[in-house]
């Protein structure tokens, strides 16, 4: 990991932790406590491991990075609704994101892939600075660990739909995955993986044994429209990416779901909902459409309640398995990319102003109204 010597406590497997224990001269099922303290309890300091011996706390400092050394947590923000965003420094001074956003007794984390993106979606405030770097595996685990350890209990959902592309990030991403599935014990199902369209992840993704949900962004029904707003759309346009997720659906027998943002006066009229339908129908698919969460420095609104209700309802009445979701947290610089966008902008001032801005809504935008 940059910036420091130490690696991660969250090491890659139990065999990890067990080598661990004995290159500290402790017994095996100390590596079991250590699992316990990182994974039920969610410990963010090896002080609070007070079932582990003095002596093998002492070599966990010296030798590995704590909970809260991997991420530092640098500013939170929360909304009326619960929903609460994290702004967290890596230890090679990165930021990135992680959103809480909790729904009756259940709650949702979304978890960043990337230190920033390079895929330059038109309305995503994450990359305005461009591509950093990718997230390893413990970056990527260790924000839900956090925020469980906030929250005082383990997620019931994580998606990847924060700072990043997961697909171009794919080993790390899957790595995580597994490590929500089985650490954590998150059912394979409420683990959800969303991409702006990666082709060649989706083919991969397909082929895993898990059964891990695939979301992907659509937001445009037409390829030149989806171009002007998602960049990846000309390396791989509509037409390849619906036929990779049927490949999808074809090898899995599971469904995908699409993520369209409503934006006023672009993307929302009849004619658009008629162009989604006809792209979509034979697919086995959901629609989750979202109102664009509004980002400081953008000049796209979200349309009108009823231009909302009126696109989910033509959908709906062809068949088409559509929810209208609402944005979370835009009230409190909660969408995906905000907080580090402004934390970013007063570090570094006089920092040219970036690419994107979508996941935005996309994360916000996860909880049914
Ligand atoms: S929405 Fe933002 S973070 Fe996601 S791929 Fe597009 S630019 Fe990257």
Not at 133 to 156: F, H, M, T, W, Y
Not at 260 to 272: A, E, K, P, Q
Request: aromatic fraction near 8%; include cysteine; charged fraction near 20%.
């Amino acid at each position: 990991m940059a910036g420091y010597n130490r690696q991660s406590v969250y090491l890659p497997d139990r065999d990890g932790l067990e080598k661990c224990a004995a290159a500290a001269g402790e017994k095996k099922f100390r590596a079991s406590q250590l699992e316990n303290w990182l994974y039920v309890r969610f410990a963010r300091s090896f002080d609070e491991m007070s079932n582990l011996p003095g002596s093998f706390r002492r070599f966990l400092c010296e030798n590995f990075l704590s909970p809260c050394e991997t991420l530092s947590l640098l500013e939170t923000a929360a909304d009326r609704s619960g929903t609460v965003k994290y702004l967290w420094r890596l230890c090679d001074g990165e930021l990135i994101e992680t959103v809480g956003i909790p729904s009756g007794e259940r709650m949702t984390v979304c978890v960043s892939s990337q230190a920033g993106c390079g895929f330059g979606c038109a309305f995503c405030a994450s990359c305005k600075n461009g591509f950093s770097r990718n997230l390893d595996c413990a970056e990527i685990v260790a924000q839900a660990a956090l925020v469980s350890a906030q929250a005082g209990g383990k997620p019931d959902n994580i998606v990847f739909m924060g700072i990043g592309e997961p697909f171009a990030n794919y080993d790390n991403v899957l790595a995580a995955a597994r490590r929500f599935n089985g650490c954590f014990g998150i059912g394979a199902r409420k683990i959800t993986v969303s991409t702006c369209g990666v082709v060649p992840g989706i083919l991969r993704y397909a082929c895993e044994p898990e059964q891990f949900e695939l979301a992907v962004s659509l937001h445009a029904p037409d390829d030149e429209m989806r171009s002007r707003l998602m960049p990846v759309n000309r390396r791989w346009p509509i037409r390849e990416l619906m036929a990779a997720c049927r490949e999808y659906t074809a090898r899995t027998n599971r469904i995908v779901t699409f993520e369209y943002i409503l934006v006023d006066g672009l993307n929302c009229s009849r004619r658009h909902a008629s162009e989604l339908l006809a792209l979509l129908k034979d697919l086995k698919c959901r629609v989750n459409l979202i109102p664009l969460n509004p980002v400081n420095g953008f000049f796209w609104r979200a349309p009108s309640r009823e231009i909302c209700r009126a696109f989910g309802e033509f959908l709906t009445s062809h068949g088409l398995n559509t929810t209208l979701r609402h944005s979370r947290g835009g009230n409190v610089n909660a969408s995906c990319g905000q907080l580090r966008r402004a934390r970013a902008s007063s570090l570094c001032a006089g920092e040219t102003a970036g690419n994107c801005l979508e996941n935005t809504a996309q994360c916000a935008g996860k909880e049914e109204k």
